[in-house]
């Protein structure tokens, strides 16, 4: 057995279409939660994010009712880390980061659960799957749910190296007149 994942790249099984979704980039990208201190208006305050973070106890608001300039309508709120917060968060928090501002937090990795089904038709076909949130610290455990799955489709393309995913629109049936206009610039 030899090459990708003990299937040649040349037919696409569900193995090989899950090793490919799996190791794509776009599918191994952290999620990423952006905590906001300091003063936040009333539809920041009140998202189901930052609800979570009140609920847990993490984070506690102190209603404003002068806003600052580009935060309204009124009321505004100033957003503090309770001390359950600061023990939560502080290991998360970069030592590099300048803490003002948002602070980006990588909270959960997607997981691979299955590919529920393949339709090829020729070079081109659609992979069905399921994923779920895996969470990476107690913010992206209270955040995301693990027990729900999603479902998406993937469109794939048969190369003359093997089958890829698509990471963009596929052009088909464009004259080469198009095609030349429609040309993308990419890196040598």
Request: proline share 7%; with cysteine.
């Amino acid at each position: 057995c030899s090459g990708l994942a003990c299937s040649p790249r040349d037919f696409l099984t569900r193995r090989l279409a899950a090793d490919l979704i799996s190791a794509s980039e776009t599918f191994k990208t952290t999620q990423v939660f952006w905590l906001r201190t300091g003063i936040v208006s009333n539809r920041d305050f009140n998202s189901p994010d930052s609800m979570v973070l009140q609920h847990r106890g993490w984070i506690i608001g102190t209603e404003q009712k002068k806003c600052p300039p580009g935060v309204d309508p009124p009321p505004c709120w100033d957003v503090l880390l309770s001390p359950l917060g600061v023990d939560v968060f502080r290991p998360l928090i970069s030592d590099t980061s300048p803490g003002i501002g948002p602070m980006s937090l990588h909270v959960a990795r997607r997981e691979l659960v299955n590919i529920t089904g393949i339709s090829k038709a020729g070079t081109f076909a659609d992979v069905e799957f399921t994923w779920r949130w895996i969470s990476l610290n107690p913010v992206g455990a209270a955040l995301y749910d693990e027990g729900v799955h999603y479902r998406s489709t993937v469109g794939f393309r048969s190369y003359d190296d093997g089958w890829r995913v698509v990471n963009e629109a596929v052009k088909t049936n464009q004259s080469l007149e198009e095609a030349l206009r429609n040309a993308e610039p990419t890196a040598p």
